[in-house]
């Protein structure tokens, strides 16, 4: 079955310092990943998607994730923050024509001054 | 911009009441999906459908029913509510287009049952 695992709740950063958001996955196919940010009282809009090819993607409002196979994990990256990353971030996985996505709990992201 | 549509987006009603929420997309879109997302927690998918006449149980239980009669609509309706039905719901919707399988996200419909 698929499952993501996201191990931090929370996390704070300053703001312009780099950020790292953690996501693990179990699929026993391959997977195609999502991270979807959520702002207070909005939907989810998606980050960037994987499916194939390189395993370094790049997205909106300058997130990156990098898909490594041999740790089942897409970790989101941003060199600089900004306090409007301030949010909730979910990491996603699912699978081409597949039903759904399995989500995982969320990271809520804290941006200091 | 992803045209899908939630309505309401807040809504308190009492004990025993029935309700709907809506949710719209002018994508053309075939599939659909309604999560459930209680205040810190993951999303839970509690119906999802393939098109027009299709609906399943999502991974969550869930005492509310859905209805795909158009394509581009998909309510969730509660004969009853209960505050134990009190969260987020969330509505998506997705198409399998090459190697593409990306939901997109109403704006949720917060609700609370006094």
């Known amino acids: 079955a698929q499952s993501v695992t996201q191990p931090d709740i929370h996390i704070t950063v300053s703001e312009g310092a780099s950020l790292e958001l953690r996501c693990n996955y179990s699929y026993g196919a391959t997977p195609y990943l999502f991270w979807y940010v959520q702002s207070p009282g909005q939907g989810l809009q998606l980050l960037l998607k994987?499916?194939?090819?390189?395993?370094l993607v790049q997205g909106i409002k300058g997130f990156e994730a990098e898909f490594k196979r041999s740790q089942s994990s897409f970790n989101l990256r941003k060199p600089s923050v900004h306090w409007s990353d301030a949010a909730e971030y979910f990491c996603?996985?699912?699978?081409?024509?597949?039903?759904?996505?399995?989500f995982g709990a969320g990271t809520i992201l804290r941006v200091k001054s | 911009e992803a045209d899908i549509y939630q309505t309401p987006r807040y809504l308190v009603i009492g004990t025993g009441k029935k309700i709907t929420l809506e949710c719209s997309q002018t994508?053309?879109?075939?599939?659909m999906y309604w999560y459930q997302q209680d205040p810190g927690m993951e999303l839970h998918l509690i119906h999802y459908s393939y098109g027009v006449n299709s609906t399943e149980k999502g991974d969550l239980s869930s005492e509310s029913t859905v209805s795909r009669i158009r394509t581009e609509h998909f309510p969730l309706t509660l004969e009853s509510a209960r505050p134990s039905h009190t969260s987020q719901y969330l509505c998506?919707?997705?198409?399998?287009?090459?190697?593409?399988?990306?939901?997109?996200f109403g704006q949720g419909t917060r609700l609370t049952v006094v």
């Open positions: 994508m053309g879109h075939d599939k």
């Open positions: 994987y499916f194939s090819g390189d395993t």
């Open positions: 996603a996985v699912g699978a081409l024509g597949g039903n759904k996505l399995v």
């Open positions: 998506a919707s997705s198409e399998v287009k090459g190697a593409s399988t990306e939901a997109f």
